[in-house]
Nanobody, 121 residues
Framework: QVQLVESGGGLVQPGGSLRLSCAASGSIFSINTMGWYRQAPGKQRELVATMTGGTSTSYADSVKGRFTISRDNAKNTVYLQMNSLNAEDTGVYYC???????????????WGQGTQVTVSS
């Protein structure tokens, strides 16, 4: 079983930066896709950033140029670097990994527990 533990959230002033981490443990043969989602109060969960195959990235228009998704294979960790934060970035951020646990095996998706990001003066 794969477990995802998120960290790095907190309170930050507008214009500030935060770096979210999502550490994966368990048996992972390969990571197909990793992504970050967020959910603001009263809104549905939305996709923020994705990385597929370790090379191809995509971002929501609202965060493009400010957020960067990356991975550290040695640590089985995915990151979300968030710069130039504003109040609209406030919400609970969730990490999601779609992985294969063995060669030619099935794919599974796993979610982190969520971490709160609050951008406020």
């Amino acid at each position: 079983q794969v477990q995802l533990v998120e960290s790095g959230g907190g309170l930050v002033q507008p214009g500030g930066s935060l770096r979210l981490s999502c550490a994966a443990s368990g048996s992972i043969f390969s990571i197909n896709t990793m992504g970050w989602y967020r959910q603001a109060p009263g809104k549905q969960r939305e996709l923020v950033a994705t990385m597929t195959g370790g090379t191809s990235t995509s971002y929501a228009d609202s965060v493009k140029g400010r957020f960067t998704i990356s991975r550290d294979n040695a640590k089985n960790t995915v990151y979300l670097q968030m710069n130039s934060l504003n109040a609209e970035d406030t919400g609970v951020y969730y990490c999601n990994l779609n992985v294969r646990t063995r060669p030619l095996g099935p794919d599974y998706s796993f979610w982190g527990q969520g971490t709160q990001v609050t951008v406020s003066s």
